[in-house]
């Protein structure tokens, strides 16, 4: 064996011929102690890595962190004292900076821990390892007390024991080495600082000890768990142990596998031998045998087993059933036991004597015993138990024993039955109790039920109801029973019940009253035709007491006659009577019903005899002849007919041709005769006729299909045309079956109620052809109407027709003067809208000042759209000049049954006119909501201003709308119960309207706090203005005097520009027609209102009330994409005069737009109501009254509602 070497806690053994065989099997365990002084290790480290500290450095600490050694992990402190405790402190580790802060961040178990205005900046680290084995330096900044220092570094070494020792081969395993070769055992450790040192030790093991748990050693009993502990102590590798079991019978041990276990703190082996001592491990020697690889022998310990056993049964041989008065003999044999154990006998509580004892060896080195015994037995013996006991004093607290029950046989002493008395009436059906009762006997006595002299058994499989219940053998003390249950019927008369128990026997007789049993009608002849005799017979077999017979017919009583009797079963009375019949077809499949009665049992028992009559068919009275069907349903023509035997074939005509009975592709002919048809058409509609045969003759019959089909709607009278004031019929022609008095609906189409309403019409009705009478027609009425026709057959009919109202035009007249604002500068454009209805197309013609306009001039352009009954004429100025433009225009609507006017003026811009109509809508304690009209916006966009003031506090308040254009406001931050008065201004770039307008200001007082008002509308733009400050009053004076300087200075500028522009205004003016001074000034202008139902003009004389109608040239978007009167109209309303205009394309950059602006089709027709239909005819030109329709209304599509532009929907003006 050579020395160990040792590389950096690795060390190596060669071995060589050192190996030798061994016996019994080898395990190796190597057993390394490790003793390496880590402190020593870390002093020699902290020793060698110790520097000088120079003198400046520690002046400015107090405390210097010094080298330190820790053992993984420990916790830690490196000490820093400075002494200019307000200055920042860091720790670095490895240079890297750990930050000013307590709580490092990035290293959870660093922290700065100490007193910082002592100077105190200590770096603790709790649970070290190897990542804390570093340099480390305290650093402290630059301060107001201290200049900037560093302290020395220091080394924190970890210290790591071993963790990790590894044997190759793999410490525990078995190897196997052959005598004479060198093999390699390397031990590794790791995981450790610094290196360890490895030693190898090998030593035998002591001897084994084995531990018994109880005094006597060896002494066991059966049956018991027996745990052997074996220990071996001392010993590298550690000690194998193996256990021996050696039986008497064996010279040499059997091996016990068992698990050994070792403990390496101890160097100790423990095997702990467990097992269940058996009655055959009687004399057996358990041995512990301990060695290891070094041993120069085996050491053994051994212990030889005395073994108890009680014996595992007792037996009795021989026969304990025996007739009393006679002699038992029996024999109780026990299995082997240690020791021996003595027996004896009891019957009851009574100790016997044995006959004959005996003992014998038994297995395992036991004793088996044996006992005989002979009894005499007598009836009081029966059901006592005889016991055979086994007993020793080994086995004290366990008992071994026998039992057995004596039977003693000797018979019953009485039997009898109770029951109803003998003779007694039941009726059929009557539930009927019978108990057999006997008294005694060994075994129990068998009692059987017998009905004259059979056996009564319960029949299989079980009947329902259960006839016959036979009960089990029922024991009481020494009482018997047996019950026999009988729902009594006809055989059970007078029948004669009687229970046996051996040579004893007990009877009983029940009487049964039961209606006939079997009530039969016998024929005289099998097959039945109208007008053949018929004599029947009614036969009752057997009752109890005899009935009487009567017959009835479908209710109506007949005469009879007595018939012979015949023999009656069930010890009953039989009875038969006759009666005589001649029959017709009629009564077939009736009934003749022979009735049983008994007046005893006041019950009745019937039977008939359905008659089966031959004949030909015959329609019965409920066959339908007439079927109703709808158009494209199912139609089924029934058949009701009468014959016997059934028809065989049912033949079907329908206007001489026979129907296929094979059936075809819209009919069938059922089993029952009935025709079916269906994808029905009014084609199918007529007579359909029936023929019918059977074996006994023939039939005919008619039958009727009437075909309802859904209306349709074959003539219209569209468009319907009348001038206002006419009357007119719109006729509507349908065909349809049925066809109904009131079948015939208008329905006015529209999107309000109001132009729904059909009032002042007329609606009439004659045949196929519906009107609607209009009396003295109003523009109003005019639009889409819809004839509706409907029979009762889905889906109804529906036909569009249009009535025309024709009237002369009418120009709207939003204002008696409409403004328009230009600059005319000569480099821009102006738009005049021009809009009016009427019925025929409208001519529109242009004139300023008087003077028809040269439209072959290129500077000015018109456009004309045509919408149904709205159109409009738009006038394009091109390169606009003050001088020729600015003028009064006049548009004029002509068509063939008058014309209309109407005045535009083409001004400068300016600023805007005041606003119009201001007034509340909303007021609170805090708030006021105000509403107004825009005025006309001088040609640029204009946005509007409030001011307002309390009267009882000097100073105004200014608050600006949001959104600018809009004309609802809330006035927010007043006081309650405070007169404001409130001014509103419209302002432009060039200025604003002035607070002089009528109708621009208002005054208000709002309500206190304990008033009710009303609650403002949360839709309204709000604006919060500052509450006035609690400023003193003469500082607010001076800051309204100087606001009124600025505001002066101000006017006198817009002053002068206004009266420039009034001037130029002046000149335009006087070239101006019918525009009186008064109009220009105050802006007052006349508005024309249409309304539906009356062609009339209202002027309102308030400016508060009207809303101007301006254009502005920034305003223009066209609302609706209308078509220009050059596209060719493929599709649309025709019939109304189109007019051809050019429009050259250099035109087109002047006027900067090919489309309707929105003074075209813009809202300004409010008393223009359109339905949500749409109307569509692409006809080139109207049709006259007598139109007549090539389809049904039905089977054209609906109309799409947003296929036509808005004005179309509704009526047509």
């Avoid at 403990?263 to 057996?284: N, Y």
């Avoid at 352009?861 to 003050?882: K, M």
């Avoid at 001088?883 to 805007?912: E, K, M, W």
């Avoid at 005025?935 to 309390?950: K, S």
Wanted: aromatic share 8%; hydrophobic share 35%.
């Amino acid at each position: 064996m050579k020395d160990p070497q040792t590389d950096s806690g690795r060390s190596r053994w060669q071995i060589m011929d050192a190996v030798t065989p061994m016996v019994r099997g080898t395990g190796t365990a190597l057993r390394i102690p490790i003793r390496a002084s880590l402190l020593f290790m870390g002093l020699l480290i902290t020793g060698m890595a110790q520097s000088p500290i120079s003198d400046s450095v520690s002046r400015g600490f107090w405390a210097l962190p010094e080298n330190l050694t820790a053992v993984e992990g420990a916790t830690v402190e490196l000490k820093c004292g400075v002494s200019a405790p307000g200055s920042a402190v860091q720790w670095a580790k490895d240079g890297l900076l750990l930050g000013p802060s307590p709580g490092i961040p990035g290293f959870p178990r660093y922290r700065m821990e100490g007193d910082p205005a002592r100077g105190e900046f200590h770096l603790r680290i709790e649970t070290c390892d190897l990542s804390d084995d570093a340099e480390y330096e305290c650093q402290v900044g630059r301060s107001e007390t201290g200049p900037e220092l560093v302290s020395p570094r220091v080394i924190l070494s970890i210290l790591v024991p071993p963790k990790v020792l590894q044997l190759t081969p793999e410490a525990g395993t078995t190897v196997t080495w052959v005598a004479g070769q060198e093999y390699e055992i390397s031990c590794v450790s790791g995981d450790a600082k610094p290196a360890p040192d490895i030693a190898f030790l090998q030593i035998p093991p002591g001897p084994p000890v084995i531990e018994w748990p109880g005094l006597n050693e060896g002494l066991v009993r059966a049956g018991q768990n027996l745990e052997l502990p074996c220990t071996a102590r001392g010993g590298n590798p550690p000690a194998t142990l193996q256990w021996l079991k050696a039986r008497p019978c064996l010279q040499n041990g059997q091996p016990v596998p068992i698990a050994w276990g070792t403990e390496l703190t101890h160097a100790t082996a423990r095997s702990v031998l467990t097992m269940t001592v058996r009655p055959e491990d009687h004399g057996a020697r358990i041995s512990c045998e301990a060695y290891n690889s070094v041993s120069v022998g085996t050491q053994e310990r051994s212990i030889t087993l005395q073994v108890t056993f009680p014996p595992s049964a007792v037996t009795i041989l021989g026969s304990v059933s025996q007739s009393e008065n006679k002699n038992v003999t029996l024999c109780c044999l026990t299995k082997s036991s240690r020791p021996r154990v003595l027996l004896r006998w009891w019957l009851g509580g009574r100790q016997l004597q044995p006959t004959e004892e005996t003992v014998m060896d038994g297995l395992h080195g036991g004793h088996i015993s044996m006992s005989n015994l002979t009894l005499l037995v007598r009836r009081e013996d029966n059901g006592l138990t005889l016991t055979c006991e086994a007993f020793s004093e080994a086995f004290t607290k366990e008992t071994f024993k026998k039992s057995l029950t004596l039977n003693v046989k000797y018979p019953a002493q009485k039997l009898w039955i109770e029951g109803p008395q003998e003779g007694q009436h039941f009726r059929t059906g009557t539930r009927v109790r019978l108990v057999c009762l006997a008294i005694g006997g060994n075994p129990d006595p068998s009692l059987t039920w017998y009905k004259d002299s059979r056996t009564v058994m319960e029949p299989r499989p079980a009947q329902e109801p259960r006839r016959v219940q036979l009960g089990n053998l029922e024991k009481s003390g020494s009482t018997f029973s047996r019950e026999l249950v009988l729902v009594l019927g006809p055989p059970d008369n007078k029948a004669k019940f009687s229970c046996k128990a051996g040579q004893l026997s007990a009877s009983t007789q029940i009487v049964v009253l039961f209606p006939p049993t079997n009530l039969t009608i016998l024929a005289n002849v099998s097959v039945l035709r109208p007008g053949d005799p018929l004599n029947l017979t009614c036969v009752s077999v057997s009752s109890n007491p005899p009935v009487n017979l009567s017959w009835d017919k479908e209710g109506e009583r007949l005469e009879d006659m007595a018939a012979p009797p015949q023999n009656a079963p069930f010890k009953g009375s039989p009875a038969s009577r006759s009666v005589f019949l001649r029959v017709s077809s009629r009564d077939h499949g009736h009934r003749v019903t022979c009735r049983a009665h008994s007046a005893e049992l006041r019950e009745t028992v019937s039977s008939f005899y359905r008659f089966n009559v031959l004949y030909p068919p015959e329609f019965l009275g409920e066959q339908v002849l007439v079927v109703t069907a709808v158009e494209q349903g199912e139609a089924l023509l029934p058949v009701s007919v009468s014959a016997n035997p059934a028809p065989e074939a049912f033949n079907w005509t329908f206007r001489g041709y026979r129907l296929s009975p094979a059936g075809g592709p819209r009919h069938r002919i059922l089993s029952n005769g009935a025709l079916q048809l269906w994808n029905v058409t009014r084609s199918d509609d007529g007579l359909y006729q029936l023929h019918c045969q059977n074996a006994e003759g023939t039939a005919e019959a008619l039958v009727r299909l009437d075909v309802h089909y859904a209306p349709t709607i074959r003539a219209l009278q569209d468009p319907t045309e009348v001038d206002v004031g006419g009357s007119v019929d719109i006729v509507c022609t349908a065909d349809a079956n049925p066809i109904l008095p009131n079948m015939f609906n208008w329905e006015r189409l529209g999107e309000d109620e109001e132009d729904k309403s059909l009032d002042d019409t007329e609606t009439m009705s004659k045949g196929s052809t519906g009107r609607l009478r209009i009396h003295h027609a109003k523009l109003a009425q005019a639009g889409a109407y819809q004839c509706i026709v409907d029979n009762g057959v889905a889906p109804p009919a529906r036909g569009l027709v249009r009535l025309v109202v024709r009237f002369a035009p009418q120009v709207e007249h939003p204002t008696p003067l409409t403004k328009v604002a230009a600059a005319g500068d000569s480099t821009s454009s102006a738009t005049l809208h021009c809009r009016a209805r009427g019925v025929p197309n409208i001519v529109f013609t242009w004139t300023k000042n008087g003077v028809p306009l040269d439209l072959e001039d290129p500077r000015y352009t018109e456009h004309t759209y045509h919408q149904g009954g709205v159109h409009s004429s738009l006038l394009t100025i091109a390169n606009v000049s003050a001088a020729q433009d600015y003028a009064l225009f006049t548009c004029t609507a002509t068509n063939l049954l008058g014309s209309d006017h109407t005045n535009i003026q083409l001004v400068s811009i300016s600023r805007p006119d005041p606003p119009l109509g201001l007034k509340v809508v909303s007021l609170t304690p805090h708030s006021v909501g105000l509403e107004w009209k825009h005025g006309f916006d001088g040609g640029l966009p204009q946005r509007f201003h409030i001011r307002y003031e309390a009267l009882e506090t000097p100073g105004f308040f200014y608050v600006d709308v949001l959104p600018p254009q809009a004309t609802t406001f809330t006035l927010t931050g007043l006081q309650p119960s405070t007169r404001y008065r409130v001014w509103l201004l419209a302002s432009n770039a060039l200025g604003d309207s002035g607070l002089a307008a009528e109708g621009t200001q208002l005054s208000i007082t709002t309500p206190g706090l304990d008033q009710p008002s009303g609650e403002p509308d949360d839709q309204l733009p709000t604006e919060h203005p500052a509450e006035p400050p609690g400023l003193p009053l003469l500082p607010v004076l001076f800051a309204v005097g100087g606001l009124l300087l600025l505001s002066n200075a101000s006017c006198v500028g817009v002053f002068l520009w206004w009266r420039k522009l009034r001037h130029l205004a002046e000149g335009i003016s006087e070239k101006t027609e019918a525009v009186s001074a008064e109009d220009q000034v105050r802006n007052e202008y006349e508005e024309s209102q249409w309304t539906g139902d009356q062609d009339t003009r209202s002027s309102t004389v308030s400016t508060t009330e009207i809303e101007p109608y301006y254009h502005s040239l920034r305003d223009f978007s066209p609302q609706l994409p209308p078509t220009l009167e050059e596209v060719d109209y493929t599709q649309g309303f025709t019939g109304f005069e189109e007019e051809d205009v050019a429009f050259p394309e250099h035109l087109y950059d002047e006027v900067e737009r090919m489309y309707a602006p929105p003074g075209a089709w813009g809202p300004p027709y409010d008393e223009v109501h359109m339905g949500s239909y749409d109307l569509h005819w692409a006809e080139d030109k109207y049709e006259g009254p007598g139109r007549i329709y090539d389809q049904v209304a039905g089977d054209s599509g609906p109309l799409e509602s947003d296929s036509l532009p808005f004005e179309l929907r509704g009526d047509l003006v």
